[in-house]
């Protein structure tokens, strides 16, 4: 999980996270890492339109965000 991680910071992707916090709530977030530390990583989080610090071994899943291009036929 934690390559995956790198490659996204480094390709400058969005990334869709499923993410359980302490008290085992789960969420899911859009977020843009911005540096990764040890086991934890700094990302801004759009949903809640701010910093965060995610635990990695707190991840459930992530995908990174594709945007299509729309085409006229």
Do not use: W
Request: net charge positive; with cysteine.
């Amino acid at each position: 999980m934690k390559e995956q991680l790198i490659k996204a910071m480094q390709r400058n992707q969005f990334l869709n996270m499923m993410y359980m916090a302490k008290d085992g709530t789960v969420s899911q977030r859009r977020i843009k890492i911005i540096k990764i530390v040890g086991n934890s990583f700094q990302a801004y989080c759009f949903s809640k339109q701010a910093k965060r610090t995610f635990m990695i071994d707190n991840m459930l899943a992530v995908v990174p965000v594709i945007h299509k291009e729309r085409s006229v036929v």
